[in-house]
């Protein structure tokens, strides 16, 4: 994790761009909605807001394994073991995404407002959201770069797998838009930390035999 941090501080570039994307795609949204005098209605600002969240994290996780040439994965082969390269990409792609999210939160809220009655259990799904999707997106991602034409195979193995967890996230954060009592959302979320908990288990259990391939 230590060694991601320090490239992506070095490659400054790419989380600029990162956050470009957020901002601009926010942009979007209010010029779209809140600068011609309309009010966007509760459902459509849940569902852009993990639309942005959803490609963001796409172009944000992408990256983690694609960038890794040949010589260097020999090199990580041969230092630690896979399940301590996997672990570390998951944590690193959670703790980017996560700041990426509450960037992405905090600058749509502003523009098209915050309807948000419940703030704990928002915040509660960005954090659920940012670990699943780095951890399934991770996964994808070292699959990919096994194969030819990476990135098309990311998009197109990632975004099945991750439709069922972000229905439960879509779920959820409309309970807490709605300002709803956290029991008409347990069962969504404990079903959600299980989604998390079985690709993070997935992950570790079959990633030593990708990585040795």
């Known amino acids: 994790m230590q060694k991601d941090f320090r490239l992506e501080w070095r490659q400054r570039a790419a989380l600029s761009g990162m956050l470009l994307y957020v901002g601009s795609t926010v942009f979007v949204c209010y010029l779209s909605f809140a600068l011609r005098g309309g009010n966007l209605p509760v459902p459509a600002w849940n569902a852009l807001f993990w639309i942005i969240l959803l490609f963001t994290a796409v172009n944000a996780v992408a990256k983690g394994f694609l960038q890794e040439s040949r010589g260097r994965q020999l090199y990580y082969y041969a230092l630690v073991k896979p399940q301590a ?3 570390a990409k998951i944590g690193y792609n959670a703790l980017l995404l996560l700041g990426l999210a509450l960037v992405a939160f905090g600058a749509y809220a502003l523009v098209l407002g915050n309807p948000v ?9 960005v954090v659920l959201g940012a670990l699943g999707f780095a951890s399934t997106l991770t ?7 096994k194969a030819a034409n990476s990135h098309t195979l990311m998009a197109v193995l990632g975004f ?25 959302s347990r069962s969504s979320v404990l079903t959600l930390v299980a989604l998390n908990l079985i690709v993070g288990a997935v992950s570790y259990v079959l990633f030593p035999f990708l990585w040795r391939s």
């Open 160 to 184: 099945p797998i991750m439709i069922p967890m972000l229905l439960m996230l879509i779920k959820i954060s409309k309970n807490a838009l709605d300002g709803l009592d956290w029991s008409a």
């Open 85 to 87: 390269v996997i672990l």
């Open 117 to 125: 009655q419940d703030m704990p259990l928002f915040l509660s799904t």
């Open 139 to 145: 996964l994808v991602s070292g699959i990919a770069a």
